[in-house]
């Protein structure tokens, strides 16, 4: 008997242990952590495109001579900043320059028979006057006097036309402009047909923006343009103030011209950059930017999830948007009035106990999506 108990009690004991409750499940549970939240509110957020404009200067000029003939002068370079009248390059001007020098010597040998004839009708005039010479001496007197004037005005419009065409030697800026490629050299031979360079009037500068005919229906004028940069910050807003009527066959899209004024950015004619046209407004939900946590490529935010009177941080995988300000538009994951946790988001975890402590109302503003 004793043998049979002393057998039968470790199994007794080791029963009795199992049976006893862990000392852990009985210990204190995790404090709740205070946080501030705000209610996510919507705000009108601006729809937008983004695509690629060419920025095109008002006045833009092709410079071609107007003579033929050797460059004996180049007076600027690309890039340079020049002044309407200033001249830029120089033809070879001395087979005109002769011709003026020449038309100005026959000029005056006209305006010297022309003075030798008015002095001589007078002479007569008078001399017919004492009936001294006859009426047929008078007239042909005149006749000279007359003949000669003419004479002396077309050498006078000839020599004009010669210095004009001499002009044409001398090249000269049409406006205020920068210069910009200049393929010739000096010493090459230019003709009519010669592209010498190009003059842009960096002022009056326009974005060429093309349009896919499928949002035809979408454009009007005054229609809002953002240029941006290339971290989507807004360089100039501007408005559409030209709409083509008709189609570009080979690019299937409508052209929209927008002006661009702005003075901090260095733009140039034939420069490429981003125009975001923006469609329309739509309510999205605004958050925070210092409210959003990123892992692995992934963005999250954490909101207070209250369940019997109990709140616990529930993260929330969030699609965002472009920001404005401080705050990032939500375009998924999130909906008006969720409980969004704004501090302490580096020490939480899903599940997390929090304490939640209202921070105020979301400050939500306008912001532009595009792609919309």
Known sequence: MRRLISVLFPGVLILAAG???????????????PV?????????????????????SRRSVTILPQVSGNLTQLLVKSGDHVKAGQPIMTVNPV???????????????????YDYNQVEVERQRKLFAAEVTSRDTLDQAEQAYKNTLADWQAAIQTRKSLEEQLAYYHIKAPFDGIIGDVPVHLGDYVT???????????????????????????????????????????????????????????????LLKAPVHSTSIALRSAQLVKARVVWGTAPKPVIPVLSVSRLGGQTFVYVAATQNGKSTASQRAVTLGGTVDNNYVVLGGLKAGDQLIVSGTQFLQDGMPVMPMNAGPAKGSAASQPGQ
């Open 192 to 254: 009519p047909s010669t592209w010498l360079t190009t003059i842009d009037e960096n002022k009056d500068l326009e974005a060429y923006i093309y349009v896919p005919t499928d949002r035809s229906g979408e454009v009007h004028f005054g229609m809002p343009v953002q240029i941006v940069d290339a971290d989507g910050k807004v360089q100039e807003s501007t408005k559409v103030d030209f709409l083509s009527p008709q189609v570009d066959t080979q690019l299937q899209g409508i």
């Open 36 to 56: 501030q939240t705000q209610a996510v509110a919507l705000s009108p957020v601006a729809q937008s495109s983004d695509y690629v404009a060419t920025i095109k």
């Open 19 to 33: 049976c006893k409750p862990p000392a852990a499940a009985n210990g204190p549970a995790m404090q709740a952590l």
């Open 95 to 113: 087979q005109q320059q002769a011709l003026v020098d020449a038309q100005f010597s026959t000029e005056n040998q006209k305006k010297a028979l």
